[in-house]
């Protein structure tokens, strides 16, 4: 008996310890959701401003992903299935973006895509500014949520047996049709989790994004740019819409399988 109280205490002691956690991070969010006049926050997401700058974050968030995405699984192939001196180096190198401070990640593209630069003169040879457009925001954006894609795409191909990979090639398989044949068709769902992940974490990036593109306005500058000029009461509405939107990313990834779970399962 005495065991069993002190093992009862235990989990009462983990429930309200990890219930404090959970009040925590779904306090802010509940709270200011209901604070909110849903008619006012319906009116607010048919603003032109408000319009023009959740279809911005959403198209350029998605053009990241899927842009960056023909080189990241195949990096992330190889991840899964080389054994390389310098592999922990790399993978330090494309962690990267996710400990610095993203504005520090937004000067480091400045220093790139500035006007000054090989590539801003380049680009300007052409009649292009790299800063300041749509594509400086992709290119914010791509940089810091990077690593969500590279890291889920890599857990899936790794949930993939060598062995069905190798017994295609004992029968002749190219290693490109082993890749496009047995490899991405069982480890699209961890991709397409990535991918999610990649957009969901590029639409909410304001650091990086702030530093090469004030203008045009992403959902998350616009929100910033509302609280600074017209305070609390104007921003809310644009941060529950985004929120809502951020929710809809959510509940998609949580319908999505783990990358990898079903092989685990069936190991």
Known sequence: MQASSKQQVFWWVMMILAGGILLFLAAPVI??????????????????????????????????ALFTAVGAVPLSYLLARKKFPGRKLLMGIINLPVVIPHSAAGIALLGLIARDTPAGRLASSFGLE???????????????????????ATDAFAGVPENLEEAARNLGASDARVFFTIALP??????????????????????????????????????YERFTSFGLKYATPVAVIVVLISLLFFILMRVLPEPGKKHREHA
């Open 31 to 64: 709270g200011m959701l209901l604070s909110q006049n849903p008619g006012r926050v319906w009116d607010t997401a048919f603003e032109p401003d408000v319009a023009k700058s959740i279809r911005l974050t959403l198209w350029t968030s998605m053009s990241a």
């Open 130 to 152: 790299l800063t300041g457009n749509p594509a400086a925001i992709m290119l914010a954006m791509a940089f810091v949520s990077l690593p969500f894609l590279i890291s889920a």
């Open 186 to 223: 069982l480890a699209w769902r961890g991709i397409i989790t990535g991918l999610v992940m990649m957009w969901a974490r590029g639409m909410s990036e304001f650091g990086a994004v702030v530093m090469v593109a004030y203008h045009p306005m992403v959902s998350p500058v616009l929100i």
